[in-house]
């Protein structure tokens, strides 16, 4: 069975004349071939070389060679040679992590801990095993997982087709709509116009008679007062002077040159409403559209220099403010005074209590500073459709506000009627995170380093608005959105 053994392992090196070739520069020689060198056909590491065909068959043919490692050509062989002794390194120092030769651990490498580098092989080998399961096992996760995601993706592309097919529908519907409006505005403007025209042509007819009728009349009394005889003048001046008013004349009221005005007042407020609509409502179905799943969601910066990267510079809107709440600094900083301010009246005022909402709506992922003086100020975030008036419109005294309330005796949260009390160091600066997204909204303490207040984890259904909120207690308080950057 030995010499079948080693007759098939000849017979994979007996090629034809044409494949027999000698060496290129990118082949491996032979180490025995004189003159020109042929391609080496296997290496053997205990050698160290390479050989050819012929040159390797003492490999099997002599029986100490035959226990050599033959491997395929390779032409870093001389990489196993010791460089300091010339010597085959089968050893493997464990103590230095490396492969040495057998006198090497009689003097550098003396007192180490060394193994036949072969019995290292094996214990590498089955770690690296088990790494390959591991890669193997995440391999077959992750397949796993781009399945799933290409399953979403389907998903995605169906809703998504579906979606765009059903807006379709229902903004055809509403251009159908407002063009039927549109034609029944025109139609009743020329009924309208019709009716007023007929009656004003009537009437004109009517003076226009009574206007022949005068003349008429007139005629008569020309020629009544021409008339030289005093009886004559005198018989017909009872019949003729008498002179009857106009049925038309005081009942006309002549309207400026305005009739349709009012309906291009009110097609132009039903446009301002509709464009106001629009605006809010887009809002939303851009969130709508945008929302992704929280858990692909980027995680929270580190450091207030990663939250830095996500600034969000932020000023009031004066039409929301309270009327003892004072703004300055281009409506960055405001401060509460007892002192009426005499801002005009506007539907998004906040009448009964000390607080004013940011201009800038705020969605996906921004970062935010506040710092505050005096008393008690709360740093909010809002949806836009808050109350304006009454205990409902209060920030964190309902489900469309979350408000941090902060004075020098620490801070305190609230959420729809719910207050938590929350530790952490006092400090003037209050870091806001939000990522809308996700439905975070985290609250920070800043001094020389970030602490974490309160972090809220939830589902926003609207863009939110920054917001500030005082105690009427404290005059002189004040906040300000700092302009980092």
């Known amino acids: 069975m030995a010499e079948k053994g080693v007759q098939l392992d000849q017979e994979k090196f007996q ?50 060679l035959k226990k050599h490692k033959l491997v395929e050509p390779s032409k870093s062989l001389q990489e196993n040679i010791c460089s300091r002794h010339d010597e085959v390194m089968k050893i493997f120092c464990r103590t230095d992590q490396q492969c040495i030769c057998y006198l090497c651990t009689m003097d550098e490498h003396k007192g180490h801990e060394a193994v036949p580098a072969a019995a290292e092989r094996a214990e590498k080998q089955k770690e690296l095993q088990v790494r390959r399961q591991q890669i193997q096992q995440r391999i077959q996760d992750q397949e796993k997982d781009v399945k799933l995601l290409q399953q979403e993706v389907e998903a995605i592309n169906v809703s998504a087709d579906k979606a ?4 379709e529908k229902i903004f055809t519907e509403m251009i159908r709509l407002i063009q039927k409006r549109r034609s029944d505005v025109k139609q009743q403007i020329r009924s309208q116009q019709e009716t007023e025209v007929s009656r004003v042509k009537e009437l004109q007819e009517k003076l226009e008679q009574e206007i022949t009728e005068l003349k008429r009349k007139d005629a008569e009394l020309k020629q009544l007062s ?19 008013e106009s049925t038309y004349s005081s009942s006309i009221n ?12 009110a097609v132009s407020e039903l446009r301002e409403k509709l464009q106001d609509i629009l605006r809010d409502t887009w809002t939303n179905i851009s969130l709508a559209v945008t929302e992704e799943d929280v858990s692909l969601s980027e995680s929270e910066p580190k450091t207030r220099a990663g939250f830095l990267n996500y600034l969000q510079n932020i000023t009031m809107d004066p039409n929301t403010v309270h009327r003892y709440l004072l703004l300055f600094n281009g409506n960055r900083k405001i401060q509460f005074i007892e002192e009426e301010q005499s801002y005009p009246d506007h539907p998004d005022r906040f009448t009964d209590y000390n607080q004013v909402l940011s201009r800038e709506s705020l969605t996906g992922r921004c970062y935010w500073e506040v710092e505050w003086r005096g008393g008690r100020v709360y740093v909010a975030v809002s949806y836009k459709n808050i109350s304006r008036a009454g205990v409902k419109c209060v920030f964190g005294i309902n489900a469309k506000s979350w408000s941090l309330s902060c004075d020098t005796n620490g801070y305190t949260f609230y959420h729809n009627y719910i207050q938590t009390s929350l530790s952490g160091p006092v400090s003037s600066r209050i870091g806001v995170y939000l990522d809308h997204r996700a439905g975070i909204l985290s609250f920070y303490s800043i001094s020389e380093t970030m602490t974490l207040l309160h972090r809220v984890q939830t589902r926003f259904t609207q863009p939110l608005y920054a917001g500030i909120r005082f105690r009427s207690l404290f005059e002189g308080a004040s906040a300000e959105f700092l302009k980092l950057s």
């Open 164 to 167: 765009v097919e059903d807006s």
């Open 226 to 244: 021409d008339t030289e005889d005093h009886s004559q003048f005198l018989l017909n001046y009872p019949s003729l002077s008498a002179l009857s």
């Open 254 to 265: 002549i309207r400026p040159l305005r009739y349709f005005e009012d309906v291009t007042a």
């Open 15 to 64: 090629t034809s004349p044409a494949e027999d070739c000698y060496a290129g520069p990118e082949d491996v020689a032979c180490d025995v071939c004189t003159g020109r060198k042929r391609k080496a056909v296997k290496s053997c590491l205990f050698c160290p070389a390479s050989y050819c065909r012929d040159h390797l068959q003492p490999h099997y043919d002599a029986p100490p």
